[in-house]
């Protein structure tokens, strides 16, 4: 299969209403995609079929799936192009910032009177298209980030979404998994080294640590990597490689993944607290963002599924970015609002074209 013909596909089939998703592995060249052949819902809770789910961020919500069975599956070398990005232009919006980082302030309070350790927080913003193109969104995306988990989803019951994510939620092989503790924020520059300070330190060793303690009753972790820099496009990161054993009999993929999700690098810790506080202060709905998306084969023996970051939806030639930053007993407000404006410029490169 040629990719131009596949990304044709693509969009005839957006343009019929049916359900499918595109994508590529991180450092991958080859493209996926499941195209579904009707319109039906398929909702999962055991992942132990062949397909592609799309899971929200709120596990009371159901989890959207692809099934391989009903789906023309097609795959290809991916054509890039090498693109120039600059940084896009993100308005002023006063009061935006200050109602954010008043959110910000009362979750430090929150966090200081002793009620959570972490507590990560979110926000959504539009953006107007001129004109949405899906072939001009694909090339951009699937050129611009390689070294990311890239992806296109449609499904009438969803809605139009894609990102380009850092974070993997789990990888399992058999019976031996992979996954990683994402935290901490800068911007990508020409220091060397690159040097982070305690609060960057501290907050990733929480996730590390709350990510060991979730995976304890399913598995036992054997390799655990020293904290490293990650290069996620135009931000670094801190991660820290955890990888082991499932436990025998007991751990499958869906007990893994629900054991994991939400993680700390996107909910916080406690994970209960965490999630309750969001869902009564966030003040809108993240739907799939923070959710996790990804393709299930071997009856669910073998999966990546990756948490579903530096992403946006896109409905009516508007796009809503969404992002977030986790916080701490040491945040500053105005830092958090920096960040997210940061965050927003992954998938505003994408969208830079048909703005
Ligand atoms: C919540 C996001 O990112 C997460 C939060 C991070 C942080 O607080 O430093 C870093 C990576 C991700 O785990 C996002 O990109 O929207």
Redesign the pocket.
Known sequence: MDYKFLIEKIAQQYEDGLPFVIFSLPNNNEVSALLQKNTAVHTIDNFNSNGFIFAPFDSRESSIFIPEKESEILQCELITKSLTINPGELSEEIGVQSQYMKLISKTVDTIKRGNAIKI?I?RKKDFKLQKFSIKTLVEQLFSIYPTAFRYLWYHPHTGFWCGAT??TLVEINNHSFKTMA????QPLSDRQPVLWGPK?LD?QQM?TDAILDNLQKVTSVLKISKPFTHQAGSLL?LRTDISGALKNGKATLTTIASALHP?P??CGTPKKIAKNYILENEGYDRSY??GFLGHVTEGGNTASLM?N??CMKIENNCASI?????ITADSKAADEWV??QN?MQTMLQVLQPML
């Open positions: 990560v979110s850092p974070e994402l935290a901490g924020t960057e907050e996730v990161h993680t690098a996107v963002y923070t948490v970051l530096r969404f992002v977030g930053g986790g960040e997210t965050k």
